[in-house]
Every structure is written in C-alpha cells, then in structure tokens.
C-alpha cells in the first residue's frame, strides 16, 4: 500500500468500493459474476473518465481462502466465462495478467486507448 491516491483506470476490489449516487438514475449495469469488480471500475471509468482510488485504503481479506462465497460450485467455469466475455466486451482496456499465479485465470485493468504525450 502506498500513501497516494490514483485518478486513473485501476481496479477496486468488490468489498472495498463506493461512488456517487447520482439523482440521473444512470444505468451502469454489471452483467458479470466472480469478476463483476473488475466490470464495475471499468463501467465507472468509461462513465465518468476517471476513478479515485485510494492506495492507502483495504479491507482485509483472505480471498479464495476459506469455504462458500465465491469459491462454491463450479467457480472455474464462472471465471473463465467472465474473463473470456471481459476481454471481448473491453478491447484496450482488460489485459491477461500472467503474473498472477493461481487456480483462476486472472486479468489486468489499464486505459491503452488514451495517447500518452511523450517528454520531449
């Protein structure tokens, strides 16, 4: 954890989130299961264009750890469907994260569709 605060396209774990409540009744609907976290911060970000996430900020957890929740019935199958549907419905934006070592197949969040300056 790090004492600074993101404005940018990151991931916000499911059990740690909020956002504005706004009186529009905008519709921003998650249609994924296991990695409906994921879904939710890119819907906000491409909604709003920014998320603020708070680097210092967590819940404390022990995911995949401990019977029942997400871990119950065919978990596998779930999250392979919510990765593939993902990584379809969010070209330049949802990204395999090879990195992360597990049961699962787990994925990455970055904005590549915004044109970074370069310094000169």
């Known amino acids: 954890m790090k004492d600074t605060v993101s404005y940018d396209l990151k991931f916000i774990i499911g059990n740690c989130f909020g956002y504005v409540n706004f009186k529009n009744e905008r519709k921003l609907t ?4 296991p990695k409906d976290d994921y ?4 819907l906000y970000y491409k909604e709003d264009g920014i998320l603020i996430r ?3 900020v ?5 995911i995949y750890t401990t019977p029942g929740g997400l871990q ?3 978990r596998l199958t ?11 419905k969010y070209p330049g934006y949802v990204f395999p994260n090879p990195r ?3 049961p699962f197949p787990e994925i990455t969040i970055k ?5 970074v300056k370069a310094n000169k």
């Open 30 to 33: 998650v249609t994924t299961g």
């Open 54 to 56: 708070l680097n210092f």
């Open 58 to 62: 967590a819940a404390k957890t022990s």
């Open 72 to 74: 119950d019935g065919n």
């Open 111 to 115: 904005d590549k569709t915004r044109k």
């Open 39 to 42: 879904e939710r911060s890119l």
């Open 78 to 88: 779930r999250v392979r469907k919510d990765v593939q549907g993902l990584l379809k």
């Open 100 to 102: 992360r070592k597990g």
